[in-house]
């Protein structure tokens, strides 16, 4: 049998008054790219951040070229030849591209050498196949292109084994496409990946190996080619999870129409018109850079457009800010929800009852009692797990996290609702949750929009697919129309 390049055994991790990591056990092989599946909360994460020395454990020994080895910093393991890809990205945004990339490995010298660092950058990214000006600032940059520097940045430090931490959260198949593509090509020069994903179809096209967590126990290891995908499941959640496509759209041409965009355009979006529905789920499908979530942006005011013209219940209105589209009953949350979606270092009562604070505050003093019983309520109808809404929203798991964001709108009285990657992040479990509260959300007469880089999760909730490429509106396709095939037809104009 062949001896693993890293073994870990019997990691234990306690917090105070959570078991985290109870007893478990990983290895990888040279040259094997091991996936790593699991809930959120399974302890995925927290066995990666022991290995680079993120975090210290309790108890267990961890193997490196068969012998024990001890990380107390990440340096330490990037000197080992450990990097890794993390699901939060960890790049500062007032630094360039290759500032980030290169950070503390700069040119040596009394000054530092950008322009070395800017042909560095540039040349990681030829080879990578991704085109990203090393000169541009990180925070002007998308979610999508933020992951791929800090995919670039992992690469760049020319490791021996790679931790991808949810590196496709954010990515669309062609983009995913491209990232297996480099994996691939690591793998045949003996780079060795641990590779974290919801993403079960996933799988399939890149592991070798997959081993499964669940509460902080391991669960086994099957091989990737010969087990079946609802095994898979099984083993992560302990039930059996279902998920239907929609077969049949109860939206026709007579509902009414709730939001209607007439021509708008802005810098990124080209003379867009379309129109939702009462009670409709449209999906927005693009590529990255297609402008799905700039016309979202536009939309709920976030953004300035230069033309074009909104109707909201059919009559003509000017949103030129979030606060009036929240006054016109738009609710929009963010792909970026840490960033623009939650308050984190607030409770799950506050954030979810911050668009409506002025009505629980009389004579100057807010209301608590009132506060608490309303969120208790939404905790419950939407099945937010959390010990109370006391409790910071930053300790939740994404898919919590997302739930208490569609509280906040639900209280709102939102008739609109745009879903920008609602399932980014969260795992299978609660992707399936988010869908049923969607679809509920639908039957009640909410109107939504559901911006997605997955062309499953698009076929399986959408009554229309609305595709752009390049800013542009390339096609509108109806329920019995929509596929992967079409879909990408249109997204890149082919």
């Known amino acids: 049998m062949e001896i693993p390049l890293l073994e870990m055994k019997g990691i234990d991790k306690w917090y105070p008054g959570v078991h985290a990591l109870k007893k478990c056990s990983f290895s990888l092989l040279k040259g094997e790219i091991h996936a790593l599946v699991g809930e959120n909360g399974a302890g995925k994460s927290t066995l990666m951040n022991i290995l680079t020395g993120i975090i210290p454990y309790s108890s267990g020994e961890i193997y490196l070229n068969s012998e024990i080895v001890v990380f107390n910093s990440p340096k330490q393991a990037q000197i080992a030849g450990i990097s890794m890809v993390h699901q939060e990205l960890n790049l500062m945004d007032n630094l360039t591209v290759a500032q980030n990339i290169f950070i503390g490995r700069e040119s040596k010298g009394l000054f530092l050498n950008d322009e070395s660092i800017n042909k560095r950058t540039g040349e990681l990214f030829k080879r990578l196949n991704f085109h990203i000006d090393p000169k541009e600032k990180v925070g002007n940059l998308s979610v999508s292109l933020r992951q791929i520097v800090e995919i670039a940045k992992a690469i760049s430090y020319d490791a021996k084994i790679i931790i991808f931490d949810e590196p496709s959260a954010t990515l669309t198949d062609v983009e995913i496409t491209q990232l297996f593509k480099i994996m691939k090509e690591l793998r045949s020069t003996g780079v060795s990946m641990i590779y974290i994903s919801h993403r079960m179809d996933e799988i399939k096209r890149i592991a070798d190996r997959v081993t499964v967590f ?49 021509n708008f355009s802005s810098f990124d979006v080209k003379n867009v018109s379309f129109e939702l529905r009462k009670g409709e789920i449209l999906g927005f499908a693009g590529l990255i850079g297609a402008g799905r979530t700039e016309l979202a942006r536009l939309i709920f005011g976030a953004d300035e457009k230069l033309s074009g013209n909104l109707y909201v219940n059919g009559k003509k209105t000017a949103i030129n800010s979030p606060h009036k589209a929240v006054e016109h009953g738009i609710g929009y949350l963010s792909e970026d929800r840490k960033r623009y979606g939650l308050v984190v270092g607030m409770s799950v009562a506050n954030n979810i009852v911050i668009t409506k604070l002025k009505d629980f505050i009389k004579r100057q003093f807010i209301n608590e009692k009132e506060i608490t019983k309303i969120t208790d309520e939404y905790i419950k109808k939407l099945d937010i797990k959390t010990p109370s809404a006391q409790r910071l929203v930053k300790s939740l798991s994404g898919g919590n996290q997302q739930k208490v964001i569609i509280a906040k709108w639900l209280l709102n009285d939102s008739g609109i609702l745009i879903f920008d990657e609602p399932t980014r992040g969260i795992d299978v479990g609660a992707k399936s949750e988010i869908y049923k509260i969607m679809n509920n959300l639908a039957a009640m007469g909410k109107a939504i929009i559901m911006i997605s880089s997955e062309l499953p999760e698009l076929i ?14 390339t096609a509108t396709l109806n329920l019995e129309d929509i596929n992967q095939n079409t879909i990408m037809k249109y997204a890149t104009k082919n």
Do not use: N
């Open 214 to 262: 669940r509460d902080g126990e391991y669960i086994g290891t099957q091989d990737a080619e010969t087990v079946k995908i609802d095994e898979v499941i099984h083993m992560m959640v302990g039930r059996i999870i279902y998920e239907e496509h929609k077969k049949l759209s109860k939206i026709d041409k007579d509902t009414d129409v709730v939001l209607k965009v007439e």
């Open 460 to 473: 399986r909730m959408s009554d229309r697919v609305l595709v752009m490429c390049e800013g542009e509106h």
